[in-house]
């Protein structure tokens, strides 16, 4: 069975967004939710898993992580909504300023 990567957006407690990514999923999240993983969400918990999309192999994962994480808020938000066309526009209104 080949190996699924997954990249994924919490909303913290205080409303901040932390992107991620992994091989397993549910594993991941659950780190997340009881504080296992430290770092970022562990001050920030609960968590919750508002976006999540599997990727073909861990290098596009870690490569959508890191182009979610330098995206705005909006962006993010767009994201969760599934808001190609917002996602799109903001992108565009960003190279124009």
């Given at each position: 069975?080949?190996?699924?990567?997954?990249?994924?957006?919490?909303?913290?407690?205080?409303?901040?967004?932390?992107?991620?990514?992994?091989?397993?999923?549910d594993?991941?999240?659950?780190?997340?939710?009881?504080?296992?993983?430290?770092?970022?969400?562990?001050?920030?918990?609960?968590?919750?898993l508002?976006?999540?999309?599997?990727?073909?192999?861990?290098?596009?994962?870690?490569?959508?992580?890191?182009?979610?994480?330098?995206?705005?808020?909006a962006?993010?938000?767009?994201?969760?909504?599934?808001?190609?066309?917002?996602?799109?526009?903001?992108?565009?209104?960003?190279?124009?300023?």
């Amino acid at each position: 069975m080949p190996l699924t990567f997954w990249v994924y957006l919490l909303r913290c407690t205080d409303g901040a967004y932390y992107a991620g990514h992994t091989d397993d999923l549910d594993k991941r999240i659950g780190e997340h939710a009881t504080g296992a993983c430290g770092g970022y969400t562990a001050t920030r918990l609960p968590v919750e898993l508002v976006f999540s999309q599997e990727c073909p192999t861990g290098i596009e994962a870690l490569a959508f992580e890191r182009q979610i994480k330098g995206w705005s808020r909006a962006k993010k938000e767009a994201l969760i909504r599934g808001d190609w066309a917002e996602i799109s526009r903001l992108a565009k209104n960003r190279t124009k300023k």
